[in-house]
């Protein structure tokens, strides 16, 4: 296209390099892919409780969950999935 057909909003200060406004811009992926992941693969929408204290517990497993997978896919000696 000619002329830019998409444009972003940022607070960031003015200096940013460009790189950095791209990187972050970029990460919106990577949120929704790991709440995709939490929602989906580890049960975060599955929860049928009626009281606070049972919701926490169950979003603060799933989330621990999903912090435990993220550090077995990103350590390098872990053995590949079979």
Request: a neutral charge.
């Amino acid at each position: 296209a000619a002329e830019p057909t998409d444009y972003w909003l940022s607070t960031l200060p003015a200096d940013t390099p460009l790189r950095e406004l791209v990187r972050i811009a970029k990460i919106r992926w990577r949120v929704e892919h790991d709440y995709r992941e939490l929602k989906d693969g580890l049960g975060l929408d599955h929860f049928e409780g009626r009281n606070f204290p049972g919701w926490h517990r169950h979003v603060t497993l799933a989330s621990l969950a999903q912090a435990f997978c993220t550090m077995l896919r990103l350590d390098p000696k872990a053995p590949a999935p079979a």
